[in-house]
């Protein structure tokens, strides 16, 4: 677990390896560094001043299939991955590691954005590149709609390499962290570390460790 305290100074710069998160390199129908299903309809559009990422699937495939490659790491680091989904689909979400311990589903609201992360454990050899892989499965409530899937704000920190082995965050923890960034996006190299910050999370933390206590029966000093 993290130890805020340990942080002494203000400055932890962490780097977001998902090659392309905000989709601005792309051909205007897929962004460049990720794959779909082949027969599925893609479009990059724009939405709040923020380019997205449309597939709509037109084939038989039970799901739509969302992968993504990201920088090169070692194995057994600890990786966090996050994203926006939105989607008509009534569906159950999962996003993957590739070659990696990491394969939580997820549950969303129709037509809303949803903000979704993981925690992973690389198992792919050192100084290899990693895959993320997002999966939306199952089909509308009317089915003259075409099912859909948004994607936006891809987020992926290799905890290991950035904080030290023994010494990663949580994924609550890192979900907090990146709340202080815009749409929750790390743009590049971002210093996820300053003193609101710091100091929010340590009060956080200790609130939280408080009520355990009480919930337990413990007492107080």
Do not use: C
């Not at 495939?61 to 926006?84: H, P, W």
């Amino acid at each position: 677990m993290l130890d805020l305290l340990a942080f002494k100074a203000t400055d932890l710069p962490v780097t977001n390896q998902a090659i392309n998160g905000n989709f601005k390199d792309n051909d205007g129908f897929l962004a460049n560094g990720y794959s779909k299903n082949a027969e599925d309809v893609s479009a990059i559009i724009e939405e709040d001043n923020q380019l997205v990422q449309r597939i709509e699937k037109n084939s038989e495939n039970t799901r739509i299939i969302f992968n993504s490659r990201y920088a090169q790491g070692d194995k057994d680091d600890e990786i966090y991955v996050s994203l926006y989904i939105k989607t008509n689909m009534n569906v159950s979400n999962k996003i993957q590691l590739y070659r990696g311990e990491m394969n939580d589903t997820f549950s969303l609201d129709k037509e809303r954005w949803e903000f979704l992360s993981s925690v992973g454990v690389r198992t792919s050899p050192n100084n290899v590149s990693g895959y993320t892989n997002v999966y939306v499965t199952g089909g509308t409530d009317d089915e003259a709609q075409t099912p859909y899937a948004m994607f936006k704000n891809h987020n992926v920190v290799n905890l290991t390499k950035t904080f030290g082995k023994g010494e990663e965050p949580t994924k609550n923890q890192m979900d907090d962290l990146i709340k202080q960034f815009e749409n929750n996006y790390i743009n590049g190299t971002e210093n996820v570390f300053n003193a609101e910050t710091l100091m929010k999370l340590y009060f956080k933390e200790t609130k939280e460790l408080r009520n355990a206590i009480i919930s337990l029966g413990g007492e107080l000093p």
